[in-house]
């Protein structure tokens, strides 16, 4: 079992910045952590994986250059870095794990991941 708990959700104005931490916790090995986002009225959509050993990542195509995923190991934690915001970013920011062992981070799809923490929420006021 894993357990995921995501933090650093809020409000912020059009080129601000948050920090989103997802913490787990439980015995399970997680092969690669992920980050989705789904906003009122739309379906859950991908943003940001990173595979366990930090040295592969991957971004949807409207955040990248703006948003970098990272991870603490030692601290059972993953971090999603939102710069220069925008009012499109809004959202519920959900962090997902995958526990079966693949290649490389190509993980876009809901499916592909096992647990899911509660989400937080991100809204950016133009």
């Known amino acids: 079992q894993v357990q995921l708990v995501e933090s650093g959700g809020g409000l912020v104005q059009a080129g601000g910045s948050l920090r989103l931490s997802c913490t787990a916790s439980g015995r399970t090995f997680i092969y690669a952590t992920g980050w989705f986002r789904q906003a009122p009225g739309e379906d859950r959509e991908f943003v940001s994986v990173i595979k366990w050993s930090g040295d592969a990542t991957n971004y949807a195509e409207s955040v990248k250059g703006r948003f970098t995923i990272s991870r603490d190991n030692a601290k059972n934690t993953v971090y999603l870095q939102m710069n220069s915001l925008e009012p499109e970013d809004t959202a519920v920011y959900y962090c997902?794990?995958?526990?079966?062992?693949?290649?490389?981070?190509?993980?876009?799809?809901?499916?592909?991941?096992?647990?899911w923490g509660q989400g937080t929420q991100v809204t950016v006021s133009s």
């Open positions: 997902a794990a995958r526990t079966l062992a693949g290649y490389g981070v190509e993980y876009v799809k809901e499916y592909e991941y096992d647990y």
